[in-house]
């Protein structure tokens, strides 16, 4: 048993390193993708919604960053929350102190439109949208100043109907939000470039979705997606059927990974390995090979303890595996411009990485924003019970 554990690891692990050597190279190619002209003389008025829940780690330099766009067009930013009394409200007014020429709206209000309570703020901040564009953006996203106008470029091209960006990690509080980016820069981003080149990914992420107003009447506005944990994959896949394309420039904006506790990281990748999980359950289950570190551990202690492998040989796959996943993230650091990364933290990183896709495989709930959802199909939700944590 042990030997056939050794052989069928090592195997995964060898295509994981396949895997991780090709996205590298895909990563470098992306970031070379020709991104859409920049024509500011002709940038359109837009509205930003930026839904909030509470206060997280940087959340005022975050809604900063949209809120000082270099972007010679009108914008407007409407800010939503549920609560008379979330806290995310002074930050809002704190930000109309700093910037008193913004046109800022504050929607405050309770109604509920389905089991996701950020689609519910979308749907009753969106009585005050005043332009023809667009853009959703998640409260924990940090952009750089020109990120507006390379999202409007994007759009104005004319076989573009929406557009949306990838998203690295910036660690905000400590280790495990330096694990949560880790998580982000080495795991997600190359496995959703490598899933764009080769057509088993059509990303619509939270980071950023921008799209004209007609766009979004189309699939039934925000209200359409309201029992969807998914929300951002719901719309994209709903314009996607409608038959509209969804440009990804060749840039990413700051996710700040505020996990403050091993409880919050868990939990918070527990729900979106679950989440993706219901969406594509064949091609998560075949993501197994990215867990080329793990695999190749696996194979190495089963092979020694079997006495089939020897204790180099065993090593020397270990240290391949690792080598593959550093490059990796060297070249997604290099070709972002993202600040030094936590390499030491790759060990354990792709270990808890492992814990979390076999986790993904033993429960239907999740727990987010103050509620545990039991998924039903297709992503949908069903409320189980309440949660005293976020």
């Not at 042990?2 to 590298?24: K, R």
């Not at 859409?36 to 909030?52: D, G």
């Not at 972007?71 to 910037?99: H, K, T």
């Not at 390499?343 to 495989?361: M, N």
Request: overall charge neutral; proline content about 5%.
């Amino acid at each position: 048993m042990l030997d056939a554990l050794s052989i069928v690891a090592g195997f995964a692990a060898a295509a994981g390193c396949v895997y991780l050597i090709a996205a590298t190279v895909l990563i470098a190619r992306f970031a070379r993708t020709e991104a859409a002209p920049l024509r500011r003389r002709s940038m359109p008025a837009v509205t930003i919604l930026k839904p909030l829940h509470g206060v997280e780690p940087g959340l005022f330099e975050s809604l900063l960053s949209f809120c000082t766009q270099d972007y010679p067009g009108d914008v407007q930013v409407v800010f939503g929350v549920q609560d008379p009394n979330d806290e995310a409200i002074a930050v809002v007014e704190r930000l109309r102190s700093v910037c008193p020429g913004g046109h800022f709206d504050l929607v405050v209000d309770t109604t509920m439109h389905g089991q996701n309570r950020k689609v519910s703020n979308l749907v009753n901040m969106y009585r005050l949208v005043e332009h023809d564009i667009v853009v959703l953006a998640d409260a924990d996203m940090r952009v750089d100043p020109d990120y507006l106008a390379r999202v409007v470029a994007a759009l104005e091209r004319s076989d573009t109907r929406a557009v949306t960006c990838l998203y690295h990690g910036v660690p905000a509080t400590g280790v495990w939000s330096d694990l949560a980016a880790l998580g982000i820069n080495a795991h997600f981003l190359p496995s959703v470039v490598f899933g764009m080149t080769t057509g088993l990914a059509h990303p619509c992420s939270g980071s950023t979705i921008a799209l004209r107003r007609a766009a979004l009447a189309d699939i039934g506005g925000f209200a359409s997606v309201a029992n969807c944990l998914a929300d951002d994959y719901a719309i994209g896949a709903a314009l996607r059927a409608r038959g509209h394309v969804i440009s990804v420039p060749p840039v990413t904006v700051a996710h700040v990974c505020g996990d403050m506790s091993m409880d919050d990281l868990w939990h918070h990748e527990v729900r979106w390995g679950r989440t993706i999980r219901s969406i594509d359950p064949i091609g998560y289950a075949g993501s197994i090979v990215t867990h080329a570190v793990p695999l190749a551990l696996v194979a190495a202690l089963s092979g020694i303890a079997a006495e089939s492998v020897g204790f180099a040989t065993a090593t020397a796959g270990v240290l391949a595996t690792l080598l593959c996943r550093m490059l990796l993230l060297w070249q997604v650091a290099r070709a972002f411009g993202l600040p030094p990364q936590s390499y030491w933290l790759i060990p354990l990183r792709d270990l808890l990485s492992l814990a979390v896709f076999l986790a993904s495989w033993t429960g239907q709930d999740a727990r987010w924003k103050g509620r545990r959802y039991r998924f039903a199909s297709g992503g949908s939700l069903v409320v189980a019970r309440s949660s005293s944590k976020p």
